[in-house]
């Protein structure tokens, strides 16, 4: 996968996974793995699928309605492009943080619910319920911060409290923090995620 990977400072640190939004790039949340941990290492990748010349992690019939047979390949073919990645670069695979942000963060959500241990963690930017009516693994001590709008239009608030709630059921601890916004990522969810992130890691 098209990617950008830069060597941290300190290797106890995990390795920050960045995966953008519907029409953005590899390039687009590089400020924020600054903002998170400056001494970790950082894998930025670019979504495979093309939508109207709109890059994504996986296709969608319409906005919200997931083709969920994209959705488990591409989270397949991420999770193997995470064990190459381990290896070319020499980080831990054990010790990835994703940072994602809207289809980002709904690809991130995805490799948890469908394997346990692509991440370690995870800070979702206003994802949603990836997938209904499957066990999830065991997320046993996987700290979650899910960030969420009260007025996000793409994902409605009982979507990220059922979100929560699925990952708590599969043992995952999880921080959900509102804003009184929509679908943007703001400077205050950004803050909060910033100290969720010294606290548990
Ligand atoms: C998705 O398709 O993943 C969600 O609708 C979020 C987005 O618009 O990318």
Not at 4 to 28: A, C, K, M, W
Not at 82 to 108: H, P, T, V, W
Not at 162 to 182: C, F, I, P, T, Y
Request: negative net charge; hydrophobic residues 40%.
């Amino acid at each position: 996968m098209k990617h950008i990977f830069q060597e941290g400072t300190d290797p106890s640190r995990p390795t920050l996974l960045l995966l953008h939004g519907t029409g953005g790039n590899e390039q687009d949340l590089l400020p924020l793995a600054g903002r998170i941990d400056e001494k970790a290492a950082v894998l930025s990748v670019r979504g495979n699928v093309l939508e109207n010349g709109m890059p994504r992690f996986f296709r969608r019939l319409a906005e919200g309605i997931f083709d969920e047979e994209d959705l488990v390949f591409r989270t397949n073919e991420l999770n193997e492009f995470l064990d190459q990645a381990a290896e070319e670069y020499k980080f831990d695979r054990q010790n990835i943080m994703a940072i994602g942000y809207s289809n980002g963060a709904n690809i991130a959500g995805s490799l948890m619910f469908h394997f346990q241990d692509a991440l370690r963690g995870a800070i979702l930017h206003h994802p949603m319920v990836p997938r209904r009516g499957i066990e999830l693994p065991d997320l046993c001590g996987k700290p979650v911060f899910i960030g969420a709008g009260t007025n996000d239009p793409i994902c409605p608030a009982q979507e990220s409290e059922e979100l929560k709630s699925l990952l708590e059921k599969a043992n995952a601890s999880v921080q959900l923090h509102w804003e009184n916004h929509g679908h943007q990522l703001t400077f205050g969810e950004v803050d909060a995620a910033e100290k969720w992130y010294k606290i548990n890691f």
